[in-house]
């Protein structure tokens, strides 16, 4: 059983910047963020492999949002730049099996562990 524990969560002005964490109790593979605003689904944000040599992004933040971790700390960051409106939700931290792709980074079944989330809010 791996815990997931997410921090960083704010209420920022359009344009502004967040770095999301999220500690990990014991060894995870792949990891990912996923976010949920109010009344639609979980979409994938980003995922990054064990290692760290792989990143896959939606598109809607390719180009402002980097992933990052740190296996030393049982950690993984979300870098948010130039933040709209339309970012403002729950940001949940995933943990997954070892092995990702282009295809299947964003499927929620590919993940088997999950925190609780922290609340990101961009006013405009």
């Known amino acids: 059983q791996v815990h997931l524990t997410e921090s960083g969560g704010a209420t920022v002005q359009a344009g502004g910047s967040l770095r999301l964490s999220c500690i990990a109790s014991?060894?995870?593979?792949?990891m990912a963020w996923f976010r949920q605003a109010p009344g639609k689904e979980r979409e994938g944000v980003a995922a990054?492999?064990?290692?760290?040599?792989?990143?896959y992004y939606a598109d809607s933040v390719k180009g402002r949002f980097t992933i990052s971790r740190d296996n030393a700390k049982s950690t993984v960051y979300l870098q948010m730049n130039t933040l709209k409106p339309e970012d403002t939700a729950v940001y949940v931290c995933?943990?997954?099996?070892?092995?990702?792709?282009?295809?299947?980074?964003?499927?929620?079944?590919?993940?088997?562990?999950w925190g609780l989330g922290t609340q990101v809010t961009v006013s405009s």
């Open positions: 995933a943990a997954g099996f070892p092995f990702i792709s282009p295809g299947t980074w964003s499927a929620l079944g590919k993940y088997n562990y």
């Open positions: 014991g060894k995870t593979n792949t």
């Open positions: 990054i492999d064990m290692h760290g040599g792989a990143t």
